[in-house]
């Protein structure tokens, strides 16, 4: 394990002392407040399961007062002018830049992520934030849609108060992701943070508030998926919940919004294919595979968890991987030395340590990594499985650690099966020199996202979201406003049309009139 002592530690020092000595609340209208019950639950840090901070536990009270906020506010912030919100958007991403190194820190400790990844985290929510920003006043855009005798026009108007719940992994990021595009459509929020990483989703709702956002717009609980995660998504005022997390849990959220006919917007979980072909520039399809495994301690939906690889390159190429990942630098995730840092919880340590054992009872080789690391803590060293089939559970499951599973193929058609054969649709990589091969295959692949040689890599107008059990809708562009916004048709007679007339005591000799539902 690396270990040394950086300014990040004296930061992080401070930060805790300051920060999260008094615990975290709740934002409601406006106002820090407690739970209404007075409940509390700790959380710890990865490193070495400590006590981190305490953070109020919120119920089914604590989401209607934050429903109730959220509605009262949605009347005043529709009506906002978009320029408003662009600038209001923009203040909230200076203030994210100004504060990067500081979400940085507190992100690491909190999830266990290294540091050298968590200041571009904070950075990408700055500019997710900009985006929408820039969007914000053609957000209700429309279509003219002319017909004979009638203009019609459409037009957005924000879908009302909504809930955002998020996840654990680059919480602070992928919050923005979802509040952002929110906030720019007109939309008031009520956000519920994953239990285990709730520091980041504090300062969001701080800088906000600093940015001007009006109380009420945006509303933070904090709690329990079970109980303040259900409360929301039942709740009559919440018109829509943005959903990232796992696959299961999306189920229950369908289950529960039924009653109050939720619109729902799903990313869930994967297990994504990257497959290599012999064609293909072998030095950099390895530098993607190991990137997009390990990076982020292998805690990412979008992570390659399967690299299928050519039959007559494959003993090499996943060498090649072994030894990658024998060298990457597991430790503190404080240390900007650091690679990978400790996994997110105990109960989450548990379940990747759990697939090394799996994995041998299926009898697949262990050819790098298969331990924990040091005794306390979460950490886990870099692991490759080897000679895995595709029906084993290391290459079903979504393992979300620093874990990957390499199968061979033998040709195109065996590894577009091979990719396909999960109930996950989430992303795909693909690397050849073959370029109708590429076309041919990524139009086959069952994915929402393809990278074709190269890793993920993000345009923000592009959709993000995932087919099969990945996930339902997509995020990105203008398709975060489809999910946010109602869409409106007026149309406008030009008096020329003919109307029928009833009751006028004869039939029409020929009647042309259109009858619609
Ligand atoms: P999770 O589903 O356990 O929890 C996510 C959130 O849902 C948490 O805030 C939790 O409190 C809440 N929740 C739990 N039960 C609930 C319920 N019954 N009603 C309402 N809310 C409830 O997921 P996780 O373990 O925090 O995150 C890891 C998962 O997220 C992985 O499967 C990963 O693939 C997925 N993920 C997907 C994407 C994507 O874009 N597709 C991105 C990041 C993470």
Redesign the pocket.
Known sequence: MTQTISPNHDLARRLREERLIGGLQHFVGGQWVASSSGETFDTHSPVDNAFLTQVASGDAQDIDRAAQAAHEAFRTWREVSGAERRRILHRIADLIEARAQEIAVLESIDTGQAIRFMKSAATRGAENFRFYADRAPGAGDGQSLPAPGFINYTLRQPIGPVGV??????PFM?STWKIAPALAAGCTVVH??????PVSATLLAEIMDEAGLPGGVHNLVH????S???A??EHPLIKA?A????????S??MR?GAETLKRVH?????KNPVVVFDDADLDRALDAVVFMIYSLNG????SSSRVLVQEGIYDEFTARIAERARNIRVGDPLDPETEVGPLVHPR?FEKVMSYFGKAREEGATIAAGGERVGQAGNFVSPTLFTGARNDMAIAQE?I?GPVLTAIPFTDEADALALANDVKYG?AGYLWTNDLTRAHRFAQGLEAGMIWVNSENVRHLPTP???VKN??IGR?GGDYSFEFYMETKNIAISLGTHKTAKLGVGQAPKVDKTVVEG
């Open positions: 719940i998020t996840p654990w992994n680059t992928l519920k943070p994953a239990e285990w990483s709690g329990f998926g079970e303040a995660g259900k929301l998504t919940i959903f990232v997390g796992e696959t299961t849990t999306g229950h959220i529960q799903f990313e869930l979980g994967g805690e990412r939906c979008t989450h979504e979300f989430l993000f979201g995932g990945s996930g995020d």
